[in-house]
């Protein structure tokens, strides 16, 4: 197929295809996922190709890689095909994951150097951004330098925009405001601040998790509850905060025709259509046992064909075909301690003895990345700590499950970054019967085996372009099927 993606204004790119047998079964797809998960945008270059077996299906095989350090906690995204780990807590800056040598590093390139939840990298058109101390790079020049007064933090690319939060604090007083600045990678200029749209926000030093787009709206929600979208040169609320009520949202994709957002305390997801936010409730279920209270969904996905969700404070992971139909527990995390109706998270009357936080053994699945043919997860206590003796509660194989780096594999599913040019690409989806690959200009991208699917798959006879699983690619993308064998 043939893929003129348009200028590169930090947009959504979408389903590319969608391919059904003649009995209308979802057998194959290919898009660009949107994803945001605490703290991390994923690759917004990364494409994904999947095909799925027409009969019985596959339980994931879930193997535990290395850990990058000892400590309790960490979260995980994806640049350049590659997996970082991030463990600011405690100082330790970011990992870099070596499947070759099957150990974690260093970091490399763009991505050595950064240190706290406020740096990261993002692709725009063929350039780098990078997020660092405060100040934006792009390839190598600033052209955001830190501000005179106060701080930024948690920068997003999106719609032809630099968004991002500045606060200042002065003697009784100060200033949180989100800010919409214009700027274009082709041309690489310094932002003008002075065309920045700014829009004030209360309480003063409001931060977020998560950032996403619906269409040509960008939405992010404060650490309090506080929902923004930026539409047509404009900021609106959507939610106000509420002090003393909990409204937290940690994760933010777009699937079909909505982007999905990860909430606490219900622990389920709230869809936005453009127009309003509406919860759904029971997406995902529960364990039994486990309180309906204090729940958090941290963690969302696309992978397999399937939406997927990470749930506090048990560890739970669950999955539903990303079109719609029941959701599925796939596994929880951890081992221990067995869920019990008497307490709403692990380890409360442990974690009061020693003059802890009530929660702070509770269980996170920080992080959903794929990356080549797998599915990369990541663990988390909620107060990430360091090992220190009186946490004597635990056996030491079961303190390694938190900060812990899980590798989920589902035999049908490949990714992998694209090369970015200003123009029309050709794209080639390819799926003989036990391998899979891609290939961008009639150069290979990535290829994964998938023996088990040896003729499991159906001939595809239906394409639809642009629309599925990994939303709707934008109407000025020019996606067209170019031979189809």
């Known amino acids: 197929m043939t893929a003129d993606l348009g200028a590169d204004r930090g947009q959504n790119f979408g389903t590319l295809f969608e391919a059904r047998d003649g009995q209308g079964r979802l057998i194959a797809t290919a898009g660009f996922p949107a994803l945001y998960n605490t703290r991390f945008r994923m690759d917004r270059h990364a494409v994904q190709f999947c095909v799925f077996p027409l009969r019985g299906g596959f339980r994931p095989t879930l193997t535990r890689v290395p850990r990058p350090d000892d400590d309790a906690g960490l979260y995980l995204f994806d640049h350049d095909g590659r997996i970082y780990a991030s463990n600011d807590s405690n100082g330790r800056g970011f990992s870099e994951w070596d499947p070759a040598k099957g150990a974690w590093g260093k970091p490399t390139g763009a991505v050595a150097g950064l240190m706290t939840q406020n740096d990261g990298v993002c692709r725009a058109g063929g350039g780098l951004l990078r997020f660092i101390n405060g100040q934006v790079e792009f390839e190598g020049r600033v052209v955001l330098p830190r501000p005179t007064r106060g701080s930024y933090n948690h920068f997003y690319f999106a719609q032809g925009r630099l968004f991002f939060y500045h606060t200042v604090r002065l003697a009784g007083g100060g200033f949180t405001e989100l800010v919409a600045a214009p700027w274009d990678p082709t041309a690489g200029d310094p932002i003008d601040l002075d065309r920045a749209v700014r829009y004030p926000i209360q309480p003063l030093g409001m931060v977020t998790w998560a950032w996403g787009q619906h269409a040509n709206e960008v939405l992010t929600v404060s650490n309090w509850g506080g929902v923004y979208a930026f539409r047509d040169g ?83 992971v669950w999955s539903r075909p990303a079109a719609g139909g029941e959701w599925q527990f796939a596994d929880r995390l951890f081992s ?101 690959s891609i290939s961008q200009d009639g150069d290979l991208l990535a290829r994964c085996s998938a023996p088990e699917l040896s003729g499991l798959v159906g001939r595809p006879v239906q394409f639809r372009l642009q629309s599925g699983i990994f939303g709707p690619s934008e109407p000025r993308n020019v996606i067209r099927s170019s031979r189809i064998l």
């Open 336 to 436: 221990h301690p067995t869920p019990t109706e008497g307490a709403v998270h692990p380890y409360e009357k442990e974690c009061l003895a020693r003059g802890l936080v009530v929660n702070d053994w509770g269980q996170r699945v920080t992080s959903m990345t794929a990356v080549g043919d797998s599915l990369y997860l990541a663990t988390s206590a909620k107060g990430n700590h360091r090992w220190d003796p009186r946490f004597d509660f635990m056996t030491a194989e079961q303190r390694k499950e938190y900060g812990a780096v899980v590798k989920m594999r589902i035999p049908g599913c490949l990714t992998t970054p694209i090369r970015w040019k200003p123009r029309a690409i050709r794209l080639s989806f390819d799926f003989d019967g036990t391998r899979l």
């Open 234 to 316: 404009a900021w609106r609320t959507l939610r106000e905060h509420s002090p003393g009520v909990s409204y937290q949202v940690y994760s933010m994709l777009t699937a079909e025709d909505r982007l999905l957002l990860g909430q606490y305390p219900t622990g389920e997801i709230f869809a936005y259509d453009g127009k309003s936010l509406t919860h759904l409730p029971g997406s995902p279920p529960r364990m039994p046992l486990v309180s309906s209270s204090a729940r958090e969904c941290q963690t969302l996905g696309v992978y397999a064909g399937r939406l997927w969700a990470g749930v506090w404070p048990w560890g739970e």
